[in-house]
């Protein structure tokens, strides 16, 4: 059985959950000569059960978005890190499925918005940070990804942080058309002024404006 990252570190723990998996949501087969079908599988639960068990229970996860490799940095409550792993895109959203509901912080950068509508499925508190108020967090000399996900998760945590709204699709796709319209309209400005600029070299002064 593969447990998230999050249960490597303890092999003894991982055990212990293990069994108690096996245990209480596994599906078990018939007994021998009954033609009755296996109980069905009960919701896996795996960070809660960890939370009883272990007293710094994740509670704060600062996330550092990329296109495949993702960086989260895990804290409890007490504002302790628990861990740091590095997942790849495939191994994102399972990782955040099996753990209970958690503050995740996130830079407000590109796909931010699509992650942090992914992530609050699962139940938990997503806030997006503007870059300008993380980089005051991240350590001096150690500007990589993992650093980067410490420095979020210690920015999200504080009380008067400055926050993004949170955009819906319909909401995106709107500004989207919007830029889209813009980036004509200035490929359209461009394409007059060259010409304007031109003309004059055949004797043709075209004034100002739109004619």
């Given at each position: 059985m593969?447990?998230?990252?999050?249960f490597?570190?303890?092999?003894?723990?991982?055990?212990?959950?293990?069994?108690?998996?096996?245990?209480?949501?596994?599906?078990?087969?018939?007994?021998?000569?009954?033609?009755?079908?296996?109980?069905?599988?009960?919701?896996?639960?795996?960070?809660?059960?960890?939370?009883?068990?272990k007293?710094?229970?994740?509670?704060?996860?600062?996330?550092?978005?990329?296109?495949?490799?993702?960086?989260?940095?895990?804290?409890d409550?007490?504002?302790?890190?628990?861990?740091?792993?590095?997942?790849?895109?495939?191994?994102l959203?399972?990782?955040?499925?099996?753990?209970?509901?958690?503050?995740?912080?996130?830079?407000a950068?590109?796909?931010?918005?699509?992650?942090?509508?992914?992530?609050?499925?699962?139940?938990?508190?997503?806030?997006?940070?503007?870059?300008?108020?993380?980089?005051?967090?991240?350590?001096?000399?150690?500007?990589?990804?993992?650093?980067?996900?410490a420095?979020?998760?210690?920015?999200?945590?504080?009380?008067?942080?400055?926050?993004?709204?949170?955009?819906?699709?319909?909401?995106?796709?709107f500004?989207?058309?919007?830029?889209?319209?813009?980036?004509?309209?200035?490929?359209?400005?461009?394409?007059?002024?060259?010409?304007?600029?031109?003309?004059?070299?055949?004797?043709?002064?075209?004034?100002?404006?739109?004619?």
């Open positions: 593969v447990f998230p990252p999050a490597d570190d303890d092999p003894e723990f991982s055990q212990r959950i293990e069994d108690f998996t096996v245990e209480h949501f596994v599906a078990h087969s018939p007994v021998d000569g009954e033609d009755v079908p296996a109980p069905l599988k009960r919701p896996y639960d795996g960070l809660a059960y960890w939370k009883r068990s007293p710094n229970a994740p509670t704060v996860v600062g996330l550092d978005l990329a296109k495949n490799v993702f960086y989260v940095h895990v804290g409550a007490s504002g302790h890190a628990i861990a740091s792993k590095c997942l790849t895109r495939r191994e959203l399972p990782f955040f499925e099996v753990l209970s509901a958690c503050l995740v912080g996130i830079e950068r590109a796909t931010a918005h699509h992650w942090a509508r992914q992530l609050q499925r699962f139940g938990h508190d997503v806030r997006l940070i503007p870059l300008g108020y993380v980089k005051p967090y991240v350590r001096r000399g150690a500007k990589n990804d993992a650093a980067d996900a420095a979020i998760r210690e920015a999200v945590i504080r009380p008067n942080m400055r926050l993004v709204t949170i955009k819906s699709e319909g909401n995106q796709a500004l989207m058309l919007h830029r889209a319209r813009g980036l004509l309209v200035r490929r359209r400005t461009m394409t007059a002024c060259v010409i304007r600029a031109h003309l004059p070299e055949y004797g043709i002064i075209v004034a100002q404006g739109r004619h």
